[in-house]
């Protein structure tokens, strides 16, 4: 008897601290839940200072481990960038942007049958993803951090509209050579507002943003000029923005 009572209360223990456990958890994941909310519902009026990537750099400069200059940043309403520019992005990103509702299956299908044949691997992620992943998260690839990416493209999708995360996509988008956004890629390559951009200048920076920091506009090879071409065919086939 003294056994059996022995384990009962072990076992009435163990359920009691599981039951806390539990509660704890559901209490945390509730609190990152409204966090994640209120983050995506303050972003939607006010316009990010800067992305994930800038804080970590500024955290590094700070502490001494980075030398080197913050990126230059400067945020544009959507109205105060080329139309040309927004139609290249989504001729040469996510041409069916307007019609998914954050995730392009036919694009992660057709990317993922290239992987199953071997063929070169390439991405699938949407303007809404890359959005999500600039302004939230961390660069770095993980399933955490893919797994949390799907769960931000799906609140800003509810929460933002296509017009507001386009608008964001335009000024968080890493342009290389320490250019971060619109405003700073067309003064810094160039020399001109992102609202002078034309259309062959706006194909041109669309067709760098696979690998910015390697390609430059100012110095484009005969892929990117081929790139360029394709982009400005799509702008013309594409329904307006």
């Not at 993980?142 to 964001?168: D, F, N, P, Q």
């Not at 050579?177 to 951009?197: C, I, N, P, S």
């Not at 000029?225 to 799509?234: S, V, W």
């Amino acid at each position: 008897m003294v056994k059996r009572s022995s384990r009962s209360r072990k076992e009435g223990s163990f359920k009691k601290a599981l039951g806390k456990g539990l509660i704890v958890c559901l209490k945390l994941f509730c609190l990152l839940l409204i966090f994640s909310i209120l983050q995506v519902l303050i972003l939607k009026m006010v316009d990010p200072p800067m992305t994930t990537r800038m804080a970590f750099q500024w955290v590094e400069i700070k502490l001494g481990t980075e030398a080197g200059p913050m990126p230059r940043y400067q945020w544009r309403p959507l109205k105060n960038i080329s139309m040309h520019l927004a139609r290249a992005v989504l001729a040469a990103e996510d041409q069916r942007f307007l019609a998914h509702y954050g995730f392009d299956f036919i694009e992660m299908n057709d990317a993922l049958q290239d992987m199953v044949a071997g063929e070169r691997l390439r991405g699938a992620s949407t303007i809404s993803m890359q959005a999500a992943r600039s302004v939230f998260l961390w660069q770095s690839r993980s399933w955490l951090r893919k797994s949390l990416e799907a769960y931000y493209t799906v609140l800003i999708e509810l929460i933002w509209g296509k017009k507001r995360i386009l608008e964001i996509y335009l000024n968080t988008a890493d342009w290389g050579h320490d250019m971060v956004g619109a405003e700073a890629a067309a003064e810094g390559y160039f020399r001109k507002t992102a609202a002078a951009l034309g259309p062959d200048e706006g194909a041109m920076l669309a067709a760098i943003l696979p690998s910015p920091h390697h390609w430059s506009p100012l110095k484009p090879s005969a892929y990117l000029r081929e790139r360029q071409k394709k982009i400005l065919r799509d702008m013309k086939s594409m329904k307006a923005p």
